[in-house]
């Protein structure tokens, strides 16, 4: 009876691991998945996360019962503060709903799917280009997707003009989903004076905002400077939505930890929206996991760990600026045509190249270095070791 199914695509940021796990190169190098990277080219577990974990062990009254739909309780509040603030009012006046999801796929995807059974506007703008399971996502919630221009390829920055033009003729009352910080894949974010002019004109228009907050901490090193964006739109009155993963900020990306906050006008609506959340969260997996949120909660309730855990993100965020740095210094030695100052100005985990298809597969064929067809290189995945080799594979590729 299945006889019929055809053979689907890899999926394009993922499949990109798939084929680097089949080659056997040992110069390999995988640039795919945003995915940090110690300069020895290992997957980092945060020594607070392993603290935690400790804790969590040694802790008699853990037990493995169902959490509630939406989530551990306390991961939730402290989520919500990260990232709206503590000072937020719309966290003091009670009127923000938080639940927790599976990363910050699985926060896009309840969000999505409330908004499509709830929310009288069905449209959803994303930037063009956006992380390529946005559409997807939001497609499959139910909600249809339009774009709105983001990226400007000739400056390698933002297309502010064109992101106004766009939102400025956007239907009154359409979502709009917006990277909060280290915008994924260009690594290009408005200026905090033009996030301004951006929530005047949401406001104005009666625009939804749904942050997508995949690297708090990421971009700059700074929990706080990264989280500005969304605090501006949480801070003004009116509603919105955030999705939040820890999958970057924290390294737990297996253990799919994310959370879904709605600010709402009222503390009563923000109850009414929770309890609609758990009728959308029920049918598609119950009730999130346990473990990861745990960890979560453990660290930031504690003072020293989350101080720890600060430290730790600058050190991540650092070592990535980094790599920007010798990426840029190692092109210039080379003397490779073009401009590629892009590769320190862009911000967060990725480098928008500039590189088309072509160079990328010739890249791959050539050098083994794999990377998503669009070019984008995760500058995670970098160490002062790799940087020379790549620096010699994209010199090839542009000047071949
Ligand atoms: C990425 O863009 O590489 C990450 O967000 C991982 C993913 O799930 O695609």
């Excluded at 080219?41 to 969590?56: C, F, I, M, T």
């Excluded at 019962?65 to 989530?71: F, H, R, S, T």
């Excluded at 990861?292 to 720890?308: H, W």
């Excluded at 862009?346 to 298809?357: H, P, R, V």
Aim: proline share 5%; aromatic share 8%; net charge positive.
């Amino acid at each position: 009876v299945f006889a019929h199914v055809v053979r689907a695509p890899e999926d394009p940021i993922l499949g990109v691991t798939v084929a680097y796990n089949k080659d056997p190169s040992p110069n390999k190098l995988n640039l795919g998945v945003g995915a940090y990277r110690t300069e020895e080219g290992k997957p980092l577990v945060l020594n607070v996360v392993r603290q935690a974990e400790q804790q969590l062990v040694n802790d008699p009254s853990r037990v493995k019962e169902y959490l509630p739909i939406v989530g551990l309780a306390e991961f939730n509040k402290l989520s919500a503060k990260l990232i709206l603030g503590s000072d937020n009012p719309a966290i003091q006046e009670n009127r923000v709903t938080t639940v927790q999801g599976l990363s910050g796929t699985g926060s896009l995807r309840v969000g999505g799917e409330f908004l499509a059974r709830h929310y009288h506007e069905r449209t959803i703008y994303i930037p063009q280009p956006t992380w390529g399971n946005h559409p997807k996502v939001f497609t499959l919630s139910g909600l249809s997707v339009k774009t709105y221009r983001y990226y400007d390829p000739a400056t390698r920055g933002l297309n502010f003009q064109g992101l106004l033009e766009d939102l400025g003729s956007a239907p009154s009352g359409a979502i709009v989903l917006l990277h909060a910080c280290a915008h994924n894949p260009t690594g290009v974010d408005p200026t905090l004076e033009q996030w301004e002019h951006i929530r005047k004109l949401v406001r104005s228009k009666a625009l939804l905002p749904f942050f997508d907050s995949a690297y708090q901490g990421f971009a700059s090193g700074s929990l706080d400077a990264d989280a500005q964006s969304v605090r501006i739109f949480a801070a003004d009155g009116g509603e919105c939505l955030v999705a939040q993963s820890y999958a970057k900020n924290m390294g737990l990306y297996g253990e799919r930890v994310g959370a879904l906050s709605i600010v709402c006008k009222t503390a009563d609506v923000a109850s009414r929206v929770e309890s609609q959340l758990k009728l959308v969260i029920r049918p598609m997996y119950s009730n999130p996991p346990i473990h990861g949120a745990s960890i979560v909660a453990t660290i930031l309730k504690d003072r020293n760990l989350y101080n720890e855990w600060t430290i730790e993100l600058k050190a991540m965020a650092d070592r990535i600026i980094s790599m920007r740095q010798q990426l840029f210094d190692a092109l210039k030695t080379r003397g490779t045509p073009g401009d590629w100052s892009h590769i320190i100005k862009q911000i967060g985990m990725f480098t928008f190249t500039g590189l088309n298809s072509d160079q990328v597969a010739f890249m791959t064929k050539e050098y083994h270095i794999y990377m998503t067809s669009d070019g984008r290189i995760s500058m995670a995945g970098l160490s002062s070791r790799t940087v020379p080799h790549l620096a010699d594979a994209i010199h090839a590729a542009v000047t071949r």
